[in-house]
């Protein structure tokens, strides 16, 4: 059992119908976490492909921006970015490819 740090802050500015946030986090995750889902132990460790990593307290930087505008009385439209920064403790582990990671969204929500 571990607990991590998790910090976000936004604002939003509305421009006629249309309502913009952005934001900006920081989460911090004990070396429990990070070992758990980035680290490779020796049952798991692969020669010359997948080399036995622990890693140590992590960190990770997020900055998002989102929209909403209203279609009618109960249907939004949404979209949004998200993009996150890990620390090298996260994106040195041989399982992670990059260290940052961007996520797009658009849908559509109904309002009750």
Known sequence: ?????????STIQDYRNWEF???????????????YYFGVDASEAIENARPIYDPSVAYSVTFEFHSEYPINENWVFLGGWLSSWYSKEISDSPLISNSITHRAKVGIRYVF
């Open 1 to 9: 059992k571990s607990l991590w740090a998790s910090g976000f802050i």
């Open 21 to 35: 946030r952005v934001g900006s986090g920081l989460n911090i995750y004990p070396s429990e976490f990070t070992g």
